[in-house]
């Protein structure tokens, strides 16, 4: 019944894997989207050629997907839990906003660039935990209470700013954040750690398992001992912080903070998470899918971009692609289990 | 044809400016909407059209939450008509979605000044200030013709604003137009949404895309600063960059030549601004002194000149801080 | 007897908004007794346990454990002080595997980094335990059938080694086999000195493993401490119903009419599930399928009536062929299912109950698409008058009701729907002695009425007694065919066990 | 388990009405609602006086609301049954553009501006349609079917339109819609009759009664014989439809078909059905609650707008009074039952 929101019409409820673990059937879930991308890959490179086969152009896909694939790792936490956040967007613009003002960027210069680094992630932690606490003890619904978080950080964020872009004057953040060790990009560098530890998190420990427990069967969880209340905030808390990382991640890319980042990154994020095959209705999740979700979309719209399309027709195909792969991705999970 | 630098002003010139048109008057309500500030320029609109209307003791400005869907703008006229305002500056997000409401207004005889977007009928407005769009490709264009000096098979890329604009497609065409008089093409052409953020993915994908380039247009400043880090994120440093719309970082870092930013072109943020001056000169029936006329002419357009090194000094001063 | 009791409960009253489901009810439990709860339908027993376990706070009364006065405020807190419960709406996380499920709120872990080897190890010896090796601790367990769930919830309440293991309806999923492991446990926990709260409606369990009883009716506890062995049947069964209930099963009141077969099964198959499946009912004839739970009954039922897809074979009713995998077919030829999962597949859970009813029917209640609101809820309401669903109140919601009165309630919605062909499968999975029988006799009144019935339980008695004709399957085909007087209890399981040669597969 | 999403934390279930019947409870829980927007109206005419309390803002309030309105009804169903739709501000952009290109225009000036309401309907009723089958029979999540034609609609009709606004010439078409019989504008009167309609199908018709079986429980009505699949077209459809008036409706307030009308509706619509009480799990609906939802968040706006509040705060001070707003009603229907 879990998946009813989903699936109004299977007959035989199909098991399908919790989370990334879970062997074969695993593989079969996450090989559609495999095969989605490799296909995408196939024609960036018969489309662009060199162009899109270059280290290069890799690495820039890998720094697209790094801010909004950070958020969509925590937002399969909160999914998987069983709720939904609008709010990402806002938080991320709220956080390069209260962490590249006039005051925090005078106590860098004083005390370091981790003092911006610090507070991005504080705030969006904060936010993300006030979310968890109207979701959980105030029992507003998730959708409602990360709408109003949405609206009011993003006012917030103008408030502090004053509308303007804030421009990024600590040469050390911009230094550490813009190097690539090894040639590669540091916020890629996040990106992959991000994702292995919201990986570990989810499936090899305790607060992983009961995140599984919340979102698919609140009830029997509490009666298990869990505290559902409790989790649920964390939850969130750790969607914010993720937020934080990526405000973080956005600043150094564009060396400011501004009161527009973040722009309809729920959607994004959700789209990501959803299309990786975390169940909406909570219960099932899985951080490797969301990881193909975003570079999936990702590629997309680099393939597109080499390609010279007008954002028009990125838009039409982009929905006609996604609707291809979901149907492909459902045909060879069903033909393997 | 530089007549609008004096109107583009925000702050200092207008205590020392003309004539008695300054004086307090009588009192004027105005209402003022525009689309949701949710790019710096947008952001500058409201700001300098509020610090414009402040400094005036006789006008009472009324501010509707800025948006993006024309069924709450026009809603929000419909509010200023219940309110009986007595005139009304409207940057619509559509000007031809709210020709309707802004005509009603007029109707209802509060005078009404249009910015920016035009309406798509002469009786909608009292009075329409116009960035020049079509002139800013244009403008952009020339400096890179003049630039090539006649060389042939130069790569070009283009950055543009939110694709589903009117004003971005003026844009592009004048730079195309202006383009094909010394025979070259936009080569690479990509929209970002006028935000930092949208500047940066826009243009690091548009960089893979074009392994060369020798000029890159970018519409808008304020996604600019996006585009920027994104060309420095990529190494890239063969081309040529002109802006859009004017803020002071770019001019700067024009001033200060040592990026590939070589030059901007001027889109007046103080547009609104402007409009708030004439809706108070026109309520008070005033006309605009430095004009032989004693009508508040019925169209002002405002020129999009080029900013380069050679000329920044002069533009610096009243560009905005996105 | 001697003993101090371990847990007492006094006066205990317990309200939902509109009801008071518990109405000071006295408890008594000693420490290595096996007390077991009586009571109807709605009478009360879920609440009471779930008051016990920290899942409902209390409005009165007192806990004392070990004379020692508590509250649990929360499920956690019963935990700790020892009281596992394994609850009768089987409480486990589809998408976990079993060993997470059996872990889950005292997972094994070391910094908060779980030990998947060593919980995978004790939940297979727990399992082990219970009789069941075959299923896999890292199976999920949204792909368990319901007993092997309910298997997986002993496991749980095993694991956390406490000093009470409450269970409410713990047999009602399983068949012969797996209540006498389940008993065997209940045995082996009761002689380490661990108390057991039993609930069943089925008499005989607790005659085999109880102690001692009390019995609940209407919220109130009308009598305890009585012995399990030896008070009488009859005096119980009055206790709890305050009347008299003959558990006979209703004989036919005629000889079977002769006449074509109403439903005719050809042939049917399903890759993977069973095969070859024929069979013919007439009209007034009940025909039972009897088989260990996993022998693929449900699935027969539920493909006859189109909620699957048949890979082979026909379904004809009345002389029409059904078309293959549509339901709404199925319904309009006249066919009807109450189905096993009664929760997921019966019922709109937050709906009120006369809508539950009239789900089937809501065409015949309307006009040009209008609905006939007035004349719906008078005809739901007769019908659950006729099977008498305890409160009768049509207007409250479903989810409310207990557990047998939901059971009543999709009885009912077919009954409104007065079908030619009825598919009834486990009807009476949690029914009470006093109800049960009462739906034995709807059943036979419905078949006396022309009504062709095929009915699916795990209860082999309640089969043989029920039916006219019996078919066994196992394995997903049909071993014996004939008539339900001329074989007993002991025939069908031979019957079946001469085709399970080898062990159950890992289906449970 | 179906109000998981919801509530993880409720121990247990109260039983709440299901639709707009049910008396007291009923009342109660509509309570809230009224009473958040009679504090709204206080509020409003304490700080705006007679600006606030005339009946041409009462109208302005009514025309505002009846776009999104139109729309937010139809979403009740889809929410009701157990879906969610993301492209409706698409579908509506798509359909003024469809219905305002010269083609049909042209159309229009032969036979009549019947012409353009009905292409608009159409567009709208067949994108609803699309929606509607590959939710029910690909079996695709609502979440990413709608999120693909939000996409490809609004790509189409940018496509369609070549980015230009078009205007509307048919006079026949501007008057009609532009009129005020009585001095009521006709757009309210359709949005009162879509309101009527809703609820009448919601609560009145065999219809109705399948849409709240579907949204509880899809299996349970499958196995009801109600057919789920092609109910769940039938819903999406409706929503199209809805999408379609909505869409005239706004082409007649701004005499224009546009690619970026109706933009971000999905939210708006969304929000009002939630706050209106509508499960987003499906099973339960309220039509009266979501006109409530919708007139809450249109006084806050028009209040927001009489009191000249910066776009800013008014953006956090809405946010801030949904909070408190969900809270109250909860409280309120709390209490009562
Ligand atoms: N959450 C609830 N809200 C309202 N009423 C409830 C709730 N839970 C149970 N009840 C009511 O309390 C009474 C006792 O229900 P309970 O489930 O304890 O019965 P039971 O003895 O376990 O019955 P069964 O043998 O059918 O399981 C019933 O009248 C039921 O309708
Ligand atoms: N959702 C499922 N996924 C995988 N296997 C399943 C599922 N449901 C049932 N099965 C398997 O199908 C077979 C038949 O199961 P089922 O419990 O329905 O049989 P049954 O004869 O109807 O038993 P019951 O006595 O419970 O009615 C078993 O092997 C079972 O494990
Ligand atoms: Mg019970
Ligand atoms: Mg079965």
Sequence with gaps: MSASLQDPSTTVPTPTPRGDRGGSVGLARNLGLVIALVILCVVGVASAG???????????????????????????????????????????????????????QAMADDIGWVAMVFSAVLVGTACGAINGVLIAYGRIVPFIATLAMLASARGLAEIIADRKTQIIRNQGFLDFFGAEPLGIPVIVIIFAVVTAAGWFLLNRTTFGRRTFAVGGNPEAARLAGIKVQRHTVYLYALLGTTCGIAAVMLMSRTTTGSSTHGNLYELDAIAAVVIGGTLLSGGRGTVVGTLFGVLIFTTLTNVFTLNNLSTSAQAVAKGVIIVIAVLLQQRIANRKT | TNSSSGDSDTSESIGKSNTDNDKSGDKVVIGFSAPAADHGWMGSITKSAVAQADKYDDVELKVAEGTNDVNLQISQVETFINDKVDAIVLLPFDGAAMTSVARKAMDAGITVINVDREFDSPFAARTTVLGDNYGMGVSAGTFVCEDAAGKKGLKVAEIAGIDSLPLTQERSKGFSDALKSCGLKVDNRVAAEFTVESGEKAASNLLQAAPKIDYLWNHDDDQGVGVLAAIKNAGRDEFTMIGGAGSADVMDAIKADNSVLKATVIYPSTQAADGIKLARLLVQGKSMSDLAEIEVPRQLKLAAPIVTKDNVDTYLPSAFRS | MSQPPLLEMRGIVKEFPGVRALDGVDLTIRPGEVHC?????????????????????????????????????????????GIATIYQELDLVDGLSVADNIFLGHERARGGVTRDAEMNRTARELLQTLGHPEIRPTREVGSLSAAGKQIVSMARALSRQAKVIVMDEPSAVLD???????????????????????????????????????VLKDGRTVAGDLSAKDTPTSELITLMTGRTVSSVFPRRSGALPDGPALLSVDALGRDGEFSDVSFAVRPGEIVGLAGLVGAGRSEIVETIFGARRASSGSVTVDGNRLRNGSVDAAVRAGLGLCPEERKSQGLILDDAVYRNVSLASIDRFSRYGVSTEGAERRAAHEAIRSVDVRPDAPDRVIRTLSGGNQQKVVLARWLLRSCKVLLLDEPTRGVDVGARAEIYTLVRQLADSGVAIVVVSSDIDEVLGLSDRVLVIAEGSVVHDGASDAIDASGVLDRILATHDHQKGDAA
Tied chains: 1, 4.
């Design chain 1, 50 to 104: 060199d162009r899109f086969a270059s280290t290069d152009n890799l690495l820039t896909i890998l720094r697209l997907a790094a801010v909004i694939g950070v958020v969509a790792i925590g937002m399969t936490f909160v999914i998987t839990g069983g709720g939904i956040d609008l709010s990402v967007g806002a938080i991320v613009a709220l956080a390069s906003i209260w962490a590249t003002t006039t005051g925090t």
């Design chain 3, 37 to 81: 709860l009586l009571g109807q339908n709605g009478a009360g027993k879920s609440t009471l346990i779930k008051v016990l376990s920290g899942a409902h706070g209390v409005d009165e009364g007192t806990i004392l454990w070990d004379g020692e006065p508590v509250t649990f405020t929360d499920p956690q807190a019963a935990l700790a002080t």
């Design chain 3, 176 to 214: 012969p086999d797996e209540v006498d492991g389940l008993f065997r446990v209940v045995d082996d926990l009761r002689a380490s000195g661990t108390a057991i709260i039993y609930i069943s409606h089925r008499l005989e369990e607790i005659r085999r493993i109880g102690d001692r009883l009390t």
